[in-house]
């Protein structure tokens, strides 16, 4: 580890301040906000990310709450994923959410790891993680060794000529199919970002992945009570069925008519882009009608119309399709 400073502000106007004049560039990370640590901490063991300031947020007071409204939920963004999961309300009203938590890592990460963190964790690409490789997202300009090497992990959706890598996390997939947004609070106030607009595809620019600026913070994430919350399910398919991050997921919502008819229907995949993914052709294929095998069959072979896969990967494309088919089964009912 490089050394670096620390501050530990007891407010989020403190953190913010705390932050404010360290700006990042492309090549180095000046300021991390230090959560769980468990993605973090990892990092830094292996020079990928070598901060010149900490600011650890774990002492600020209230982002570790969980308030439930009349329309919607907040969730801090210091809300550890095990209790997150295990919220009575949460495992009831978006079961989606309890499921996609539920799935990620192990115990011990969840108990340790928060929401917050979670989101903005960092892909697990192998030559992200590796400083001795070149990787466009650790250093601009460097080169993508994936896209003709090792990628069988990675992404077939959402890629770009400078990088290929698969956003890792679960939990944003379930809440990509709640039309859930983030809070934010940075030098100039708090502000409200969806959280469908919190990622980036790499584009040009794979080192920047999301659309926050130099050391905001996110406090909480909103979810509004929809009803597809109330009919949603996360199903996750991975090398080991325990502590393995996604090749393939789906995130579904579904508000049924009870004749069966989908009157609204909210898809989002992970392990296959590179950012959390709705399918709206898949949501529009399903609109209107009865929910039956042979429609999740035809809905689902949208879901890869736009896939571009890389040699390893290539098999992610059928897998994708098949992970959406039964994802619609099963929270329909059906299977
Ligand atoms: C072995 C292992 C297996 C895993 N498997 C899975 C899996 O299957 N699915 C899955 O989804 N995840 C998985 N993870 C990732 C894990 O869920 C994340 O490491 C964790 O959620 C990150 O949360 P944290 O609080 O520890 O974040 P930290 O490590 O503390 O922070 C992560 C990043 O977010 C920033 N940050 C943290 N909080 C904030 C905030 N409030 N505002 C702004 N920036 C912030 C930090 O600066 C840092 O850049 C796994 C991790 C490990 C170690
Ligand atoms: S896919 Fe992205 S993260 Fe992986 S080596 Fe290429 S540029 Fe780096």
Aim: aromatic content about 4%; hydrophobic content about 45%; some cysteine.
């Amino acid at each position: 580890m490089t050394p670096f400073t620390y501050a530990k502000p007891e407010s989020v106007a403190q953190a913010v301040r705390s932050g404010a004049g360290h700006q990042s560039d492309a090549k180095s990370s000046a300021l991390d906000f230090f959560a769980g640590g468990t993605d973090m901490v990892q990092l830094m063991q292996e020079r990928v990310r070598n901060p010149e300031h900490v600011v650890d947020i774990t002492g600020l007071p209230q982002l570790d709450r969980i308030e439930v409204g009349e329309q919607s939920t907040r969730l801090g963004a210091l809300v550890r994923m095990s209790d997150a999961a295990s919220h009575p309300h949460i495992v009831e009203v978006f079961p989606v959410v309890a499921e996609a938590l539920l799935a990620s890592a192990s115990p011990q990460v969840r108990n340790l790891a928060t929401l917050g963190g979670n989101l903005l964790q960092r892909t697990r690409c192998g030559y992200f993680r590796d400083v001795v490789t070149p990787c466009n997202k650790r250093i601009p300009g460097s080169g993508c060794p994936a896209i003709d090497g090792q990628n069988r992990g990675l992404a077939i959706l959402g890629t770009s000529q400078r990088c290929i890598a698969t956003y890792a996390g679960d939990f944003a997939n379930a809440l990509m199919v709640l039309d859930a947004s983030v809070l934010i609070a940075g030098s100039a106030g708090l502000r409200t970002v969806a959280l469908a607009d919190l990622h980036r595809q790499p584009g040009d620019t794979p080192h920047l992945e999301t659309h926050l600026q130099p050391g905001e913070l996110i406090v909480a994430i909103e979810l509004p009570h929809l009803a597809v919350g109330l009919r949603s399910h996360y199903l996750k398919v991975r090398d080991r069925t325990s502590f393995a991050f996604a090749l393939a997921s789906v995130a579904v919502g579904l508000d049924m008519a009870s004749d069966g008819t989908v009157r609204d229907a909210r898809i989002a995949v992970g392990g296959v882009a590179t950012t959390p993914w709705r399918l709206p052709r898949v949501e529009q294929a399903l609109r209107g009608h009865k929910l039956d095998a042979e429609l999740c069959r035809a809905a689902s072979a949208l879901a890869s119309a736009d896939a571009v896969p890389h040699g390893q990967n290539a098999f992610k494309v059928t897998l994708l399709e098949r992970v959406v088919a039964r994802g619609l089964e099963e929270t329909g009912g059906l299977a």
